[in-house]
C-alpha cells in the first residue's frame, strides 16, 4: 500500500472518530446549556466550525505528507536506476524535508558514488590487463611463426632419427604455443569489444555431424563412444557458424579428455521455447562441489582434471560461455542424475524468420 493511502486512512480515521466524539459530548453540554431548541441551532454552528477546521487541518495534513511522500519516491527511482544502469540521478530535496530523508538521501549518494568509482576502477584495471594480453601475445606470435617455420625447414634437411623426433616434438609444442597465444588474441579481443559476429543460420543436425566426424578419430584412440542422440526435425539456430562451431569442439574435446576408457559422449539436441538446446553429456570425471563456480574463471582447472589431462589452459570454457552469451544464448552445466559425468548445455536462439 503506497504511504499516502496509508496516511489518508490513518488521518480520516483520526479524524472522523475526534469530530464524532467531540460532536457527541458538545451536543450533551449545549443540551443542559441552552434551552428549548435553540441548541440545534449552537450545535449547528459549532458543526459548521468543525468542519471548517478539519479542512484547514487536512489540507496541512497533506502538505505534510507531499513533503515526505515525494522525496521518498524520487529516493525510490534514484534506487532503481542505478541498480538497473548503474548511473546516479540526483535525488532533489527542499529545506521542507525531513531531516532524516536528506540524511538518508546523503547515504544513498554517498554510497553510489563510491560504487561508480570501484566500477571504474575495476574497468580501468580490466581495460589495462586485456590491453597487456593483447600486447605481450602480439608480440609473442611474430617470434613463435619464425621459430616454427625454422623448424620446418629444418625438418627438410638430412637428419638423423633422433634429431628428426626432438625437431618434431619441438614443433609440437610451438603449435600448442601458437594456438595459447591466439586464444589470448581472442579473449582481448572479446574483453574490448571486438570480437565480430556474423549470424546465419545454422543447420544443428548438420553441424553437430560435422563436429563428430571431426572428433571420431580421438575418440576411438582414447576408448569414448561418442554418438549422436536421435533428434526431432530441429529449426535452424542463428549463430556465427565458426564460433558456434568453436564453442561445441571445445564442449566435445573437453568431455572426451575428461572421459576414462570405456566411457560415453554423447550430443543431444532439442528445440525448446524459441532456442536450441544443444547438450553434450559424458560419463567422466565430473566436476566437484568446490569447483563448480570456478569453472567458467579465466585459466581455472579443477585439480581432477589437471590429473587427468596434463595439458589445457583453463580458457576454452570462458571464451565459450562469453560466445554464447553474445548470441542471446547461454552455457551451463549440471552434474549428471544417474551416474558419474557431466552435462553442459548450451542454449542459442532459433532463427526467427526460417522457423516461422
Ligand atoms: P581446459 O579444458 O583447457 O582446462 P576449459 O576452460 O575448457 O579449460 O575447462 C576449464 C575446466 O573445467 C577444466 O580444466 C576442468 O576442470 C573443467 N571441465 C571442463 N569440462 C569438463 C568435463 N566435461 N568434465 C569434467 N571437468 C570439466
Do not use: C
Not at 534506487?79 to 521542507?96: D, K, N, W
Not at 559425468?341 to 532459433?350: K, M, Q, R
Amino acid at each position: 500500500m503506497p504511504l499516502w493511502l496509508l496516511f489518508t486512512i490513518a488521518f480520516l480515521a483520526l479524524a472522523f472518530g475526534a469530530v464524532a466524539t467531540v460532536g457527541y459530548f458538545t451536543t450533551i453540554v449545549l443540551k443542559t446549556l441552552v434551552s428549548g431548541t435553540a441548541y440545534i441551532d449552537a450545535a449547528f454552528q459549532a458543526g459548521i466550525i468543525a468542519i471548517l477546521l478539519l479542512i484547514v487541518i487536512g489540507s496541512l495534513f497533506f502538505a505534510l505528507v507531499r513533503i515526505v511522500v515525494r522525496p521518498i519516491r524520487r529516493l525510490t527511482n534514484a534506487v532503481q536506476a542505478f541498480s538497473e544502469h548503474g548511473q546516479m540521478i540526483p535525488v532533489l530535496t527542499s529545506s521542507y524535508t525531513p531531516i532524516e530523508i536528506t540524511q538518508l538521501v546523503g547515504s544513498f549518494s554517498t554510497l553510489a558514488a563510491s560504487v561508480e568509482a570501484v566500477h571504474r576502477r575495476d574497468t580501468e584495471v580490466s581495460r589495462v590487463k586485456s590491453d597487456f594480453i593483447s600486447t605481450a601475445a602480439h608480440q609473442l606470435r611474430t617470434p613463435l611463426t619464425g621459430i616454427r617455420w625454422s623448424l620446418e625447414a629444418l625438418q627438410k634437411s638430412q637428419l638423423n632419427q633422433e634429431q628428426m623426433a626432438l625437431i618434431a616434438s619441438a614443433n609440437d609444442k610451438i603449435k600448442d604455443l601458437v594456438a595459447i597465444v591466439s586464444t589470448l588474441l581472442d579473449i582481448s579481443s572479446i574483453e574490448s569489444g571486438k570480437y565480430r559476429y556474423t549470424f546465419v543460420a545454422v543447420d544443428v543436425p548438420a553441424l553437430l555431424t560435422e563436429i563428430v566426424n571431426d572428433f571420431m578419430p580421438a575418440a576411438t584412440q582414447r576408448k569414448v563412444a561418442l554418438s549422436i542422440d536421435p533428434m526431432q526435425p530441429l529449426p535452424p539456430m542463428r549463430a556465427d557458424r565458426e564460433r558456434i562451431k568453436w564453442v561445441l569442439n571445445n564442449l566435445v574435446d573437453n568431455a572426451i579428455n575428461y572421459t576414462p576408457e570405456g566411457g560415453t559422449v554423447r550430443l543431444i539436441a532439442e528445440a525448446s521455447a524459441g532456442r536450441i538446446l544443444i547438450r553434450v553429456r559424458d560419463t567422466g570425471i565430473g566436476i566437484s562441489q568446490q569447483d563448480r563456480n570456478n569453472i567458467f574463471e579465466r585459466f581455472y582447472r579443477a585439480p581432477n582434471a589437471i590429473a587427468k589431462q596434463n595439458a589445457g589452459n583453463g580458457l576454452g570454457l570462458y571464451i565459450a560461455r562469453t560466445i554464447a552469451k553474445d548470441h542471446g544464448g547461454d552455457l551451463n552445466f549440471a552434474a549428471n542424475d544417474h551416474g558419474p559425468g557431466t552435462t553442459f548445455a548450451l542454449s542459442v536462439p532459433v532463427e526467427i524468420s526460417r522457423s516461422r
